[in-house]
């Protein structure tokens, strides 16, 4: 459904007078800090929305399709993603998931998504399950296979990719492979590698000059034993030996537990083998929660470590890495899951933004861990969703992104229009 600029109009009327308060609030708090500026990264940041996002996830022991109205179609999911972004004004990519989103005519859907202001993120291949009329199965791995002919189609799927990506005005390829071992003995851990690496070469070698490839990596699941890229370490050797143009992409919920994500991203970013992130939250494991849900504080750290280093290096934070959520919807309305995901995602960049630098480098420097402890919390601590608010405001968004889709039905209306029973492709 669309959404009228009266309708946002309306919305933004009713709240503008408490949000004007609240903002002045922060200009005085922070008075000694350029809030313009920041308020202008806040706008110039985008997070693209993966097109499996959109409808009701599950898990291993059942699926509950509780929302209706979810997108049959890649056409009805660029519409949902038009849709979060009219809504939040942060929300300008798509990202496709091969074979769950095989596009049959890319200028069309250039045309569409254009026409929602969206672009084409990263495109996903998919050789962790195995896709009707295959010849070969992934059962055993994909890249990694004892058996030549299945690392050629995996391949040739990647490459496929590749071109699919190139119709769209996409310009980064998103390797995640779930090959590996659940049981000693399995498999040959140097021999799964190599065969990683060779299968990788040749699909980097399919690169076009300004394409990226962002190499996933997970320690556990489907495979509980071993995983063929199970850690940013792996994914970083990988990175490395494949060349300039390969990069390591960072999925918050794809760690052993407590492991230090802030640590891993500002090594990374030291290397210049950052590529991007898949935003998500998790109590257990890869639990692809809402981001900021679980553990709010950690994405402040995360953010408060690429701040620092995208300056360090001179990077521009909204276009040098890719900024993508990747969360399942299990008991939420999708849409709502993901406006959640994406308002505390800019929060937590903007608190990064709002550090002092200069005091905590001094603390740090001096060893005063109570002082820099304090800088940083202090910063966590400060309500900034005025400034996000704000940011949606100056794009012509909603002030409540959340409060105007319930207000205006918009689950409801997509019910409708498309049915109470539908099913997301590729879920």
């Known amino acids: 459904m669309n959404i009228e600029q009266n309708q946002l109009e309306k919305h933004n009327d009713s709240l503008i007078s408490s949000h004007q308060r609240k903002l002045n609030f922060l200009k005085e708090e922070w008075s000694h800090v350029d809030l313009e500026s920041i308020i202008q990264k806040l706008v110039d940041f985008q997070i693209a929305i993966?097109?499996?996002?959109?409808?009701?996830?599950?898990?291993?022991?059942?699926?509950?399709?509780?929302?209706?109205?979810?997108?049959?179609?890649?056409?009805?999911?660029?519409?949902?993603?038009?849709?979060?972004?009219?809504?939040?004004?942060?929300?300008?990519?798509?990202?496709?998931?091969?074979?769950?989103?095989?596009?049959?005519?890319?200028?069309?859907?250039?045309?569409?998504?254009?026409?929602?202001?969206?672009?084409?993120?990263?495109?996903?291949?998919?050789?962790?399950?195995?896709?009707?009329?295959?010849?070969h199965s992934y059962k055993f791995g994909s890249l990694q296979n004892v058996n030549k002919a299945v690392r050629k189609q995996a391949i040739e799927?990647?490459?496929?990719?590749?071109?699919?990506?190139?119709?769209?005005?996409?310009?980064?390829?998103?390797?995640?492979?779930?090959?590996?071992?659940?049981?000693?003995?399995?498999?040959?851990?140097?021999?799964?590698?190599?065969?990683?690496?060779?299968?990788?070469?040749?699909?980097?070698?399919?690169?076009?000059?300004?394409?990226?490839?962002?190499?996933?990596y997970k320690a556990f699941e489907p495979n509980f034993y071993s995983t063929t890229v199970g850690d940013w370490g792996q994914s970083l050797l990988y990175a490395n030996k494949l060349g300039k143009k390969a990069y390591t992409l960072v999925d918050l919920g794809h760690h052993l537990p407590n492991a230090n994500i802030e640590q891993i991203v500002s090594l990374l970013l030291m290397e210049g083998k950052l590529g991007g992130f898949h935003f998500n939250d998790s109590k257990y494991g890869d639990d692809d929660l809402t981001a900021g849900s679980i553990k709010p504080y950690q994405l402040f750290l995360i953010f408060n470590e690429l701040v620092e280093g995208m300056d360090a290096k001179g990077m521009n934070h909204a276009k040098d890495l890719g900024w993508m959520i990747d969360a399942s919807h299990n008991v939420k309305d999708p849409l709502e899951d993901l406006l959640q995901s994406v308002e505390a995602i800019m929060i937590a960049y903007a608190q990064a933004l709002l550090v002092d630098r200069k005091a905590l480098n001094a603390a740090q420097d001096n060893n005063d861990v109570a002082a820099a402890q304090e800088i940083l919390q202090n910063t966590f601590r400060?309500?900034?969703?005025?400034l996000?608010?704000?940011?949606?405001?100056?794009?012509?968004?909603?002030?409540?992104?959340?409060?105007?889709?319930?207000?205006?039905?918009?689950?409801?209306?997509?019910?409708?229009?498309?049915g109470l029973n539908t099913i997301a492709t590729g879920l």
Not at 176 to 195: H, I, T, V, Y
């Open 388 to 418: 996000v608010a704000e940011a949606r405001l100056r794009t012509g968004a909603a002030l409540s992104p959340i409060s105007l889709y319930r207000d205006l039905d918009c689950r409801k209306n997509l019910v409708n229009t498309r």
């Open 50 to 135: 993966p097109s499996w996002a959109l409808g009701t996830g599950g898990t291993r022991f059942g699926r509950f399709a509780i929302t209706g109205g979810e997108p049959r179609t890649i056409e009805e999911k660029i519409e949902d993603v038009g849709l979060l972004h009219a809504l939040n004004g942060a929300s300008g990519a798509i990202s496709l998931h091969i074979p769950w989103d095989i596009p049959q005519n890319a200028e069309a859907l250039k045309s569409l998504a254009s026409g929602y202001g969206l672009t084409f993120d990263a495109m996903n291949s998919n050789t962790f399950q195995d896709q009707a009329g295959s010849a």
């Open 157 to 216: 799927h990647n490459i496929e990719v590749i071109k699919q990506g190139v119709a769209l005005g996409s310009n980064a390829l998103t390797v995640w492979l779930a090959d590996g071992s659940c049981f000693p003995g399995q498999l040959n851990f140097r021999k799964a590698f190599e065969n990683t690496l060779e299968s990788l070469q040749e699909i980097y070698s399919a690169l076009p000059e300004d394409w990226k490839m962002f190499v996933e």
């Open 382 to 386: 400060s309500d900034l969703r005025a």
